[in-house]
């Protein structure tokens, strides 16, 4: 499979960072996105009250929205503005915290108890921290992690779940040749071989 010259693109988090700041979030869904409410069923496989992880969750408004249905919500973003937009857009009080395990970590929560944002890279993150998930909901995360990493994030998303998670992935299909991302294309033959 060939990802042409996206190989060995690398969008660093300042880049992302610099993305929130001038406000080019054109990957950010205001209603929520279609594919979730199409497959909402499939992921949550008549459970109720499942911890579902939202990778690289940017302030995605399906976090409050399966929030309000029971689940309980983890995310994880670089971008603080992100995360605080996310409460403060939503009307959400919610309370800041250190995370110890990790330098420069803070974890905002809603003080409902029932959304945790984390604010710090992916790759801080692990099980020992923040649990292990019934369900993630990837819209973003993959097709947005450099393609040399996904290795790597994939590995952390198998070590993040249950044995009965499920797992739903959007994923974009382009040539790969005429756009060089972020969104990075990640072909069916891929996703198989990082996931099983």
Not at 33 to 45: A, F, R, S
Not at 46 to 59: A, D, T, V, Y
Request: aromatic share 10%; with cysteine.
């Amino acid at each position: 499979s060939d990802i042409g010259s996206q190989k060995e693109r690398v969008v660093t988090e300042e880049e992302w960072l610099q993305k929130w700041e001038m406000g080019n979030i054109g990957f950010h869904k205001e209603q929520g996105h279609p594919l979730l409410q199409k497959y909402l069923d499939v992921l949550l496989n008549g459970r109720s009250g499942l911890r579902i992880f939202f990778p690289l969750c940017g302030k995605a408004v399906e976090m409050k929205w399966l929030a309000d249905m029971g689940h309980s919500v983890v995310g994880v973003e670089i971008s603080e503005q992100a995360v605080k937009e996310f409460f403060s857009e939503h009307s959400l009080p919610y309370c800041e915290e250190p995370v110890p395990e990790i330098t420069g970590a803070k974890m905002f929560q809603s003080t409902s108890g029932n959304i945790s944002l984390y604010c710090c890279s992916i790759y801080d993150l692990s099980s020992s921290i923040v649990g292990k998930f019934d369900g993630v909901w990837d819209r973003g995360a993959l097709v947005a992690v450099n393609p040399c990493d996904r290795q790597r994030y994939a590995s952390l998303m198998i070590n993040l779940v249950e044995k009965n998670s499920l797992y739903l992935l959007v994923t974009v299909s382009y040539d790969p040749n005429k756009h060089k991302g972020p969104p990075f294309y990640v072909p069916e033959s891929e996703i198989k071989s990082l996931f099983g």
